[in-house]
């Protein structure tokens, strides 16, 4: 085992470093990671790492949501107060998603190998993937001394944290993507309905897309995807002339009729549609359901875009579907976590799964927060403006607890996909 290993090993607690070697942030005042950045800070980074970003033109995307309560909890542990910034790592580790939560543990691993110095301290928790594992997580981190809390990865579980991490002072940035559970001391790392359609919308209209329709599942899912369809429309002066919610379990048929105006296909092949998108934010197989019934009923990319969203690239029958080629959704860049795929196969012989790129951006924050602000965690650091260049792309953190990002577009082609808008490299460019 080589030196740098065994110093990464020695501090992650309890699972053993995966890397052979380290890549280190370069500069000792380097600023805050992956999700947030202090003003004035700037650096670079060798390898996996890490880098600031400097400050975004535009508004935040939504208003403060109102900070959990306190709730019973121990106190703050006298070692989250002294010694070695320490931080609870909160995943499933068995359970249903025990497959993700090591992926992502691992992840994590890589990213204090390549930012962390000798003084931090990971402390890996098993959530089981429910919401007393995760709160007795918590709990037993708080109680060896973590100041931060990362993780859990669901909804449910970060929910029944929230009050814990809150009664003991500490933040927490959560792995799920519901912002409904964002606060000022909760903060969302998962990529949002929100974010991915903001941008998909945004660019359809510099396309010259002036109406919209969506198909959207009748769920807890679909309930923020429509609110989010309806904001970005209104926000970028287009118009929605039509929505249709089906339930994930039936047959979506009856609801692609009502959209397309057809009871039977049309004898032209076109239905006279009053759309020229049409929003499908929902899993990639539900997706290849509704896209070709939409194209059997007179809806045909390109003539009428199919717009949707990143968990599309979750599914590779996606990129084989004909109804789907020419289709846009939004998604973190693809050659912004090139290299972090071909160093996660190469470290754990096995391929990242997406979210793996979460666990490392928010463990990374706060590495480089524990090594350039001596483990400051607060909420103002935490949500400074400048943004960081993560694994998926340039990213920070909003007030309210959500994020904030810069997105690719991509399309499904033939042979895969392309990107046709960028993602900005910065929070100082705006994507194209």
């Known amino acids: 085992m080589t030196n740098a290993r065994a110093e990464a090993e020695a501090r992650i607690e309890p699972a053993a470093s995966i890397l052979s070697g380290r890549r280190r942030i370069l500069g000792a005042a380097i600023g805050i990671v992956a999700t947030a950045a202090l003003a004035g800070c700037g650096g670079t980074v060798a390898g996996g790492g890490l880098r600031p970003q400097a400050s975004l033109q535009g508004p935040s995307s939504s208003a403060p949501l109102v900070a959990p309560p306190p709730a019973a909890a121990a106190p703050p542990s006298e070692l989250a107060q002294t010694g070695a910034p320490r931080v609870g790592l909160l995943l499933p580790l068995t359970g249903p998603n025990a497959a993700l939560g090591t992926a992502m543990r691992d992840a994590a691993q890589m990213a204090v190998a390549d930012n962390a110095d000798r003084n931090f301290r990971l ?25 931060l809390l990362v993780g859990p990865l669901l909804a449910a579980e970060a929910q029944s944290v929230a009050p814990i991490a809150a009664g003991a002072g500490i933040n927490m940035i959560t792995l799920s993507n519901d912002r409904s559970v964002a606060s000022p001391s909760v903060f969302v790392l998962g990529l949002t309905p929100r974010q991915e359609i903001d941008r998909v919308v945004s660019f359809a209209r510099s396309r010259g897309v002036q109406r919209f329709a969506a198909m959207l599942p009748n769920n807890a899912y679909g309930n923020a995807a429509e609110e989010a369809v309806r904001a970005a429309i209104g926000a970028s002066g287009g118009e929605l002339t039509k929505v249709e919610r089906y339930e994930t379990s039936g047959d979506p048929t009856p609801q692609v009729q009502s959209l397309t105006g ?81 160093r996660f196969r190469e470290t754990t012989q096995r391929d990242a799964p997406p979210l793996a790129t979460l666990a490392y951006d928010a463990v990374a924050v706060a590495a480089v927060l524990a090594k350039s602000r001596g483990g400051d965690f607060s909420t103002a650091t935490i949500t400074a403006p400048q943004g960081f260049a993560g694994m998926d792309g340039a990213f920070r953190f909003n007030p309210d607890g959500t994020a904030e990002r810069a997105l690719a577009v991509l399309e499904i082609q033939r042979d895969g996909m392309r990107t046709v808008s960028p993602a900005a490299t910065s929070f100082e460019t705006p994507s194209q």
């Open 123 to 147: 402390i890996t928790k098993d959530t089981g993937g429910t919401p007393d594992g995760a709160a007795r997580a918590a709990q037993e981190a708080i109680a060896e001394g973590a100041r």
């Open 262 to 342: 057809q009871v039977t296909r049309p004898v032209s092949g076109r239905a006279p549609v009053d759309f020229e998108a049409v929003i499908i934010p929902d899993q990639g197989g539900r997706v290849l359901t509704v896209a070709p019934l939409l194209q059997f009923y007179g809806v045909e990319v390109p003539r009428v875009r199919i717009l949707g969203s990143s968990l599309m690239r979750l599914d590779p029958r996606v990129m084989r579907e004909p109804a789907l080629v020419g289709a846009w959704f939004a998604a973190p860049s693809l050659e912004a976590r090139a290299d972090f795929d071909r």
